[in-house]
């Protein structure tokens, strides 16, 4: 059974910077992509970021690319994201995802999910 559980939310202020983890179990990840989707108050799911785990390729919704980057521990099976120059528009939960072969900005091609870690941003 896949898991995955994500830590390192919290709140902090607009130009912050945050690294939220990804522990993933429960299989081996070798053809899988892992990622993060947020979703804020009244807003639908959006995707962030994505790894696939054996190509070290990465992916970034425009929103976020220069500002957060995504990468990933083989040893220690976790993806990180770190997130520099924070904006409170940053301010949402945020979920841990993976599947094999997914469509990569759409949140119904993810089979698994963590529990999600808020990241609140103040300005």
């Known amino acids: 059974q896949v898991q995955l559980v994500e830590s390192g939310g919290g709140l902090v202020q607009a130009g912050d910077s945050l690294r939220l983890s990804c522990a993933a179990s429960?299989?081996?990840?070798?053809?899988?992509?892992i990622g993060w989707f947020r979703q804020a108050a009244g807003k639908e799911r959006e995707f962030v970021a994505a790894?696939?785990?054996?190509?070290?390729?990465?992916y970034y919704a425009d929103s976020v690319k220069g500002r957060f980057t995504i990468s990933r521990d083989n040893a220690k099976n976790t993806v990180y994201l770190r997130m520099n120059s924070l904006k409170p528009e940053d301010t949402a939960i945020y979920y841990c995802?993976?599947?094999?072969?997914?469509?990569?900005?759409?949140?119904?091609?993810?089979?698994?999910w963590g529990q999600g870690t808020q990241v609140t941003v103040s300005s």
């Open positions: 429960g299989r081996t990840f070798s053809n899988y992509a």
């Open positions: 790894i696939i785990w054996n190509t070290f390729s990465t």
């Open positions: 995802v993976a599947n094999a072969a997914p469509s990569l900005a759409l949140p119904r091609t993810y089979d698994y």
